[in-house]
């Protein structure tokens, strides 16, 4: 879909979301669908080609109303209210649309989380590619049961923020079954390139896992927020996790997602932004006088002057300073490192070929 | 707004959209704004009455967008992606229409927290008007206390789910202030009632509060979801307590509201529903079968049969099955009550009537 359809089809949908809730009282207040009604009515799995708009729209009267309770009727008296107000719903479209989120760099979700557990966190060494191993995990495994410590929970990355890197989730699978600890897999940003069977090895020892997330909202089309988490044991965790009482239907915009890029639109989309990493990897490695830090796996490149971590910390200063492109650092291994992100869904060769020759002309200025 | 303007305004905003994706590498990647910019080009308080909807438009490039770090631009190569599509935010819009939200009536957000923090949590029994009242209180304190235990932490409802009560917090208040006891105040939906002066003798105490949250998404127009959480002192919490890293731009939607409301008009709002709620308890109470099990304070109407609880389940099953009005039911003093909750934006007195006649006709039949 470009932007000249949007415009036809956001318009065609402001009509519906109009006449939904100009007409809302007419519809049956409460759903007298059975759960897992919806199962028959949608296929087993995403399709290979996009479906028609069309198709997706005439859904949403066969496939979705049916199951919906209609809490915005006025003969809905359960609960409590839920807003909604028309400026509130413009104001939500522009929200989605500039998809600006804060965020906070300094403490990672496990860290909270282990702050408001009150549970002792131990960070664990990685080998030179940044990944944490088995043979690592054992040793730390057996201090701290030396220690009088008890080992319950293993956050194993596939995808690192800083430098894109995958711990060897089959190596230390085993480790966690033997010992009793619940392996945890945050692939939060590559997640969504297991998709294409050619990063499924990166996946490898999945099979071990107590529990999987990842964040469609992050490299999979679909807007924020959005976060898919498995668990291989459903009774560990229904009804017992999750703080907020209430959730938004965010699977309705996976199905659209899914239904109008195809999976095969999907993985197109994965492996160009792949492509555009392994370009300015490129043009990185053709410059003498800079250096790739970390392997070029997904869609980032971390990489640096060669020289001083002063020298590139003026770098990144100036790049930034410069305002016409963002990026934001990394420490691997004591080294003050530059992150190139592929990001925007719009991203051709252009923007990574302009970028880097201002990178290079930043850099020369030094 | 009404729903012939949301079709004109949603286009427009469609378009706005449109043009903002699609000439965003256009824009500066990355704002050079200071922190606290916003403060001096926008008032210090809402609005009493509405704004035109053309000055907020205009406002979104004068006042948000300066501020704003382009994450859609292709020049953005920092952090990992954000997921962003036209059919996505086709569904987003959707979702924000239906407001159809998941709901788990099972757990409160309190004992899960406790589950999550391992903490030992105690109900406190409540008066005859299902409110905590100090003397209590301040009894199961020394029970706990000389039982080894550490109180620390006080959760005190305004507006209950079950019967929309009010702790008594200005009894509760000096007691924890003095025991050193962290007093919360969850006034989730109640809390949107406090914008009109007449409600606000029920926050008195508030001033012994060391947090206070309540969700603009239940009762003040604004879609789900909005939480607002005020904290006495800020460093006990920034930094430390949420756990998603990322958070939509929620602070949108609320500006929207505020401005195309006024403060009038929310307050217009909220009068309008306890109007209804009084309305039908008054058609209740001038029915001798029925009786009122909790006062009527704001939108909330518990009453039941006068007789048994089995005839009042299969009153409420009944009500249910009809699927014209749906209720949800709440224990109180061992008694099943039936919960008739004003919640549609567009309720007028016509639904209250017809309810109470639909009500009254099942009650005939049984």
Redesign the interface.
């Known amino acids: 879909?470009?932007?000249?359809?949007?415009?036809k089809?956001?318009?065609e949908?402001?009509?519906?979301?109009?006449d939904?809730?100009?007409n809302?009282?007419q519809r049956?207040?409460?759903p007298?669908v059975q759960p897992g009604y919806l199962r028959s009515l949608i296929p087993e799995e995403a399709p290979e080609e996009p479906d028609m708009?069309e198709d997706?729209v005439r859904d949403?009267e066969r496939v979705i109303m049916p199951g919906?309770?209609?809490?915005?009727?006025?003969?809905?008296?359960?609960?409590?209210?839920?807003?909604?107000?028309?400026?509130?719903?413009?104001?939500?479209?522009?929200?989605?649309?500039?998809?600006?989120?804060?965020?906070?760099w300094?403490?990672?979700?496990v860290e909270?989380?282990g702050?408001?557990?009150?549970v002792t966190m131990r960070k664990i060494p990685t080998d030179d590619k940044f990944a944490l191993r088995g043979e690592t995990f054992r040793k730390v495994l057996e201090e701290d049961k030396r220690a009088g410590l008890i080992p319950f929970y293993l956050c194993a990355t596939l995808g690192t923020?800083p430098s894109c890197a995958f711990d060897n989730i089959i190596e230390l699978g085993p480790i966690c079954t033997s010992e009793s600890v619940w392996m945890h897999v945050d692939a939060?940003?590559a997640g969504s390139a297991f998709i294409c069977p050619e990063f499924r090895p990166l996946l490898n020892g999945v099979e071990f896992a107590d529990s999987f997330n990842f964040n469609?909202?992050?490299?999979?089309?679909?807007?924020?927020?959005?976060s898919a988490m498995w668990v291989k044991n459903r009774s560990d965790i229904i009804?017992?996790?999750?703080?907020?009482?209430?959730?938004?239907?965010?699977s309705?915009?996976m199905?659209?997602?899914f239904?109008?890029?195809g999976l095969k639109g999907l993985q197109a989309y994965i492996r160009k932004?792949v492509a555009l990493a392994k370009e300015f990897e490129g043009l990185v490695l053709a410059d003498g006088r800079f250096e790739i830090s970390a392997d070029v796996i997904l869609?980032?490149v971390c990489f640096r002057l060669k020289g001083s971590n002063d020298l590139n910390e003026t770098l990144l200063k100036r790049i930034?300073s410069a305002?016409?492109?963002?990026?934001?650092p990394c420490q691997l291994e004591g080294k003050f490192v530059l992150?190139?992100?592929?990001?925007?869904?719009?991203?051709?060769s252009r923007?990574v070929q302009e970028?880097w020759a201002h990178i290079v002309q930043v850099a020369s200025e030094l």
Request: with cysteine; proline share 4%; net charge positive.
């Open positions: 879909m470009d932007v000249d359809e949007f415009r089809r956001g318009k949908m402001v009509d519906y979301i109009a939904y809730l100009g809302i009282e049956q207040v409460y007298d708009y997706v949403i919906v309770t209609h809490w915005h009727s006025p003969y809905f008296f359960a609960y409590f209210p839920t807003g909604n107000s028309y400026p509130a719903m413009l104001a939500d479209m522009l929200s989605g649309a500039i998809g600006c989120i804060g965020f906070s300094a403490h990672s979700s909270r989380a702050l408001i557990g009150g923020t939060a940003y469609p909202h992050k490299w999979l089309l679909v807007n924020f927020d959005c009804g017992h996790w999750q703080i907020p009482l209430g959730r938004r239907f965010r309705l915009k199905w659209f997602v239904r109008m890029y932004h869609g980032l930034n305002r016409r492109i963002h990026l934001v992150r190139f992100a592929i990001c925007a869904r719009t991203i051709e923007h970028a």
